[in-house]
C-alpha cells in the first residue's frame, strides 16, 4: 500500500538544493547540491496515466512530468507549461470550444514540448486498448466516449494541436451552458492531475514496456528532473534512483543556462537499503532512514513507517487517496450485496488506521478526504457525511449474513508485497482474523509489486480463464484528482476506463470488479456530461451512496501525506496532492555533503572493481 518512503524518494530529489545567484553557470564545482536520500520503494511504472498501485507515485511524477496546470497547497488553479487558457468567445457562443496556450519549456533530451504530445499522451488514454482509469475525466471531450467504445477513431475526436503550442479542446453539444469561462476552468483543474501529462510517441510506441523495464532512456522528462540512473536492485545489488536536474525545462535556446532559471537542486540520489545500528544488528530500509535522519543525511523524511518517527516534527495533509478492498463479484460467495456489506462493517476502520500509520484516518466515505465539492475549498467528504462507521459492527454483520444465508466460506486477500514496510501484510492479515470470526476460511496473499503481470492479471482482469482471478484485492485507489468522478465513475459500465472488450456484438467494458447497476450507470451519465458543479456533485453524492450500499468495493483508510523537513532544508513547497516541490530548495553546507557523497561513491566503485578483478582472478 504506501510504498512508504516513496515520497522520500521525490523529496530526496527535490531536497537536492543550492542557493544559486542569478547568473552562476551550470559548470564545475558550482552545478548545484548533489543530496542523497532514501526511499522506502520504488515506483512500477513510469506511466502517469496507468493505475497507480501505490498511493506515492504521483509524486514521483511530479519530479519528471510537468502538467498544464497545477494546484497548489491551498488547491488553487496556477499555470503550468500553459500559461493562459480560455473560452472561444464572439458575439455569441459558436463553438462548445476552449484552448491552452503553452509557454517553450522541453524535455531532458532537448527537444522542444509540443502541444503534440499533450494531444498524443491524452489519445492514448482514450484508444480502446487502453487500460488507464482517468478515461472518464475526458468524456466531456466531443466524441470520446465513443472513440474509447472503438465506435470512432481518435481522428473524430474535439483535440487538436492548432501549432506547436496550443491545443484546443472541443466539447460535447450542450456541455457548455451559459459560463464558458467557468467550463473552461474546470476542465483547466482537471487535466492539472499528473495523469494527463505528455508523453513522447516515439518513446512509448517503439517499446511496449517502456514505463516499467525500466531503461531510463526510455523516460523521458518534460519536469524539473529527469532519471539518470534506476536499480530495482536483486543479486546483491543496492535499490536506488538517481535524478538529475532537467536543464530545457522551463528555457529556451537563446537564454543563458543559468543555475536558478527554473531548478536549483542539481542531482539527487536516492536509495533503499538497510544498514546496522549502534549495536551492530541489521536494520531495515525504514529503520535505516529514520536513523540518517536523525543523523542530519537525510532532509526530508515522508511516508514512513510509524516507528521510525521519533521525535521528528510531523505535519500532514490531504493525500487525494484512499486504501481500498474490491471483490470479484464473479466469486459465487460475493453475489449479494448483503454478504459484502456484513464484511465491510465487520472491520474497526480506526484499527486499521492505526496499523497503517502516517497520519492515515478511518474512511468515513468511498471518496477520499480532500477532494473537492463543488469549488476549490469545499469538502465532498464532509458534505457526504459519514456513509462508514469507523468502528467495527460485527452483530450487523453477523444479522446480514445469516439474511443473505451465507455464513461460511473460504476466499483468499490479495495485496501487494512490500517487504519493507509490512503495512499491506498486517492490515489484510487482520481482516482475515475478523472474517475469520464470522465463520469464513480467510488466506493471504502476497503478490508481487515488480512482476509485470500483476497489473495485466488482478487490476485489468482480462482472459481470467488463463490464470486464478482475485477474491479480494487491496489496491490504494489514488487518482490524484480533486474530482470526485475520478474515484466514482469506473465503477460504471462504459466508463471503467479499462479494456473495451468487444464480443459479437456485445461491448464489455466494467469495472474489474464486475459490478453492474443500471442506477449506477445512469447516474453516472449524467454526471460526467453535466458541466454545472452543483448538479453533477448532488450526483456524485448519489453514487457513492449506492456504491456504498452496495459494496463492490469499500474504504478502509483515507490517506494522509505526512513529511517531516530538517531545519537545514528550507524553501521546500507542495503540491495539493502532496507531492513536494524542490525546484527552490535550498540546503545548508550543500557543498561539503556534494565531497562526502563523491568521495562514498569513490570508494564503492573502488571496492566493486576489487570484487570483480577477485572474481576474474579465480
Not at 451559459?178 to 476552468?185: C, L, Q, R
Not at 447516474?523 to 452496495?550: I, N, P
Request: aromatic fraction near 10%.
Amino acid at each position: 500500500m504506501r510504498k512508504v518512503l516513496c515520497l522520500l524518494l521525490i523529496s530526496c530529489m527535490l531536497l537536492a538544493t543550492l542557493v544559486a545567484c542569478s547568473g552562476t553557470t551550470l559548470e564545475g564545482d558550482e552545478k548545484g547540491a548533489m543530496i542523497k536520500m532514501g526511499v522506502a520503494t520504488l515506483p512500477d511504472t513510469f506511466d502517469p496515466s496507468a493505475y497507480a498501485l501505490d498511493a506515492d507515485t504521483a509524486k514521483v511524477f511530479s519530479l519528471v512530468y510537468a502538467t498544464l496546470t497545477t494546484l497548489n497547497e491551498e488547491g488553487e488553479l496556477e499555470a503550468s507549461v500553459a500559461e493562459k487558457w480560455g473560452y472561444f468567445y464572439d458575439d455569441i457562443y459558436l463553438e462548445d470550444k476552449m484552448y491552452f496556450d503553452m509557454v517553450e519549456t522541453g524535455w531532458s533530451d532537448g527537444r522542444a514540448l509540443s502541444a503534440d504530445d499533450f494531444v498524443y499522451a491524452w489519445k492514448r488514454i482514450l484508444s480502446p486498448a487502453s487500460k488507464s482509469p482517468y478515461a472518464p475525466l475526458l468524456y466531456c471531450i466531443k466524441n470520446a466516449k465513443a472513440v474509447k467504445a472503438g465506435d470512432m477513431t481518435s481522428d473524430d475526436l474535439g483535440l487538436v494541436a492548432a501549432d506547436d503550442t496550443r491545443i484546443e479542446i472541443t466539447f460535447e453539444e450542450g456541455y457548455v451552458n451559459k459560463n464558458g469561462d467557468a467550463v473552461a476552468e474546470q476542465f483547466a483543474e482537471v487535466v492539472a492531475s499528473i495523469a494527463f501529462a505528455p508523453l513522447r510517441e516515439d518513446k512509448v510506441e517503439s517499446n511496449a514496456i517502456w514505463a516499467t523495464t525500466v531503461n531510463v532512456s526510455d523516460v523521458l522528462s518534460c519536469g524539473p528532473f529527469f532519471l539518470r540512473s534506476y536499480n530495482v536492485g536483486g543479486n546483491n545489488t543496492e535499490r536506488y534512483m538517481e535524478f538529475e536536474r532537467n536543464k530545457h525545462y522551463f528555457r529556451n535556446d537563446e537564454e543563458d543556462d543559468i543555475l536558478d532559471k527554473a531548478v536549483i537542486p542539481h542531482k539527487i540520489i536516492c536509495e533503499l537499503n538497510g544498514g546496522t545500528n549502534a549495536n551492530g544488528e541489521a536494520v531495515g530500509a525504514l529503520e535505516q532512514l529514520a536513523a540518517d535522519y536523525k543523523a542530519g543525511s537525510v532532509y526530508y523524511l515522508a511516508e514512513f513507517n510509524p516507528n521510525t518517527y521519533g521525535s521528528a516534527s510531523v505535519s500532514t495533509k490531504d493525500a487525494l487517496a484512499g486504501y481500498v478492498y474490491y471483490f470479484n463479484l464473479n466469486n459465487k460467495l460475493f453475489e449479494k450485496k448483503e454478504v459484502r456489506a456484513a464484511l465491510s462493517m465487520a472491520i474497526d476502520r480506526n484499527e486499521v488506521a492505526k496499523i497503517v500509520g502516517c497520519g492515515a484516518i478511518a474512511a468515513t466515505g468511498f471518496v477520499p478526504a480532500g477532494v473537492f465539492d463543488t469549488t476549490s475549498g469545499t469538502s465532498f467528504r464532509s458534505k457526504g457525511g459519514n456513509l462508514y462507521k469507523t468502528t467495527a459492527d460485527v452483530e450487523g454483520a453477523k444479522a446480514l449474513l445469516k439474511q443473505a444465508g451465507v455464513t461460511s466460506g473460504s476466499f483468499s486477500i490479495s495485496y501487494v508485497n512490500e517487504s519493507e514496510s509490512g503495512v499491506n501484510k498486517a492490515v489484510a492479515e487482520y481482516v482475515a482474523s475478523v472474517w475469520g470470526g464470522l465463520g469464513f476460511d480467510v488466506k493471504v496473499s502476497a503478490v508481487d509489486a515488480n512482476n509485470t503481470f500483476y497489473v495485466q492479471n488482478l487490476l485489468y482482469g482480462i482472459d481470467a480463464g488463463a490464470r486464478n482471478p482475485f477474491d479480494v484485492m487491496a489496491v490504494d485507489l489514488s487518482m490524484s484528482s480533486t474530482n470526485a468522478l475520478a474515484y466514482l465513475a469506473p465503477f460504471a459500465s462504459g466508463f471503467s476506463g479499462n479494456y473495451v472488450d468487444i464480443r459479437g456484438e456485445e461491448k464489455v467494458d466494467t469495472h474489474l470488479t464486475h459490478y453492474f447497476s443500471e442506477e449506477y450507470n445512469a447516474l453516472a451519465e449524467q454526471a460526467v456530461y453535466s458541466s454545472d458543479r452543483a448538479k453533477r456533485a448532488e450526483l456524485l453524492h448519489q453514487m457513492e451512496s449506492l456504491l456504498v450500499a452496495d459494496s463492490p468495493a469499500f474504504a478502509l483508510v483515507h490517506y494522509k501525506n505526512s513529511y517531516a523537513i530538517s531545519s537545514k532544508l528550507s524553501e521546500v513547497e507542495h503540491y495539493y496532492n502532496g507531492a513536494p516541490n524542490f525546484n527552490r530548495a535550498e540546503l545548508e553546507g550543500w557543498r561539503d555533503i556534494n565531497k562526502k557523497i563523491e568521495a562514498e561513491e569513490e570508494a564503492k566503485n573502488a571496492a566493486a572493481q576489487q570484487q570483480q578483478n577477485s572474481t576474474e582472478a579465480e
